[in-house]
């Protein structure tokens, strides 16, 4: 049986030190999935509060922003070939465990810049099929990888965001989410995969993030937009 931590060279988990229930939740999490904390393959991230928001609009979204790029920053330093992020309310049921290391060997052999076991998807046209390429906006960033080809962009483009003003056309600060899917608008060329049905979930406990309803998450809607733009361009080329 496959599993998940053999699709991925590296793989980090994100815990603030004040959740210890969560570390908790997470060690058995990772446990079911058959791996545990290991240095140079499962490592724990521990994350940090902000203390100003810095145009983000919260404390907790601007430190799950940072927690992500930090990640993706060093993997990009590192030159690992695929860096899995969890987040440490990531919930992957039983009946799933042996599917979602299936559905994650899929990406062996196949371009990608991201794979999304994890997320919450708007737009039609992604069917049912293992992995599948996926182009829309896509919402929740607890069980997600990028590839080394797409590593460095992805580092740049959200250090730039922190840059640029809230509310910028070409993105500043907002939930790390929305960045990542206005990346992928502006980059239709970084191949997206999509674990389709969804084979991990978010465990019920309390937010560090209070999220709002999708399309009013800075990021998504532009991203949304992007993708429109993009798709009648690349049809009017055909």
Known sequence: MPLLRDSFELIRVIN??????RYGEMTQQLADLGMSFEPGKVELYVA???????????????GCFTSHLEILRD???????????????????????EEIGRVAA?????????????????????????LVVCDEPLQTTHCYAVHRDAL????????SCLK???????????PVDGALSMFRAAHPEVV?????????????????ITYRSFETIPGIKQA???????????????
């Open 16 to 21: 603030l030190p004040d959740r210890k229930d």
């Open 48 to 62: 940090t509060r902000p203390t100003e928001t810095a145009g983000f609009n919260s404390l907790g979204e601007r």
């Open 75 to 97: 993997a990009r330093d590192r030159g690992v070939e695929s860096v899995l992020v969890l987040e440490d309310d990531v919930e992957v049921l039983p009946r799933d465990v």
């Open 106 to 130: 899929g990406v062996a052999g196949r371009q990608w810049g991201f794979v999304y076991l994890g997320h919450k998807i708007v737009g039609t046209g992604v069917s049912d099929g293992g």
């Open 152 to 159: 460095g962009q992805v580092v740049d483009y959200l250090e």
């Open 164 to 174: 640029r003003p809230p509310g910028d056309p070409v993105g500043g600060p907002m």
């Open 192 to 208: 997206t995969l999509i674990a389709q049905p969804v084979l991990a979930g978010q465990r019920s406990s309390r937010s560090d």
């Open 224 to 238: 949304m937009g992007f993708a429109r733009v993009v798709r009648r361009k690349l049809q009017g080329r055909g």
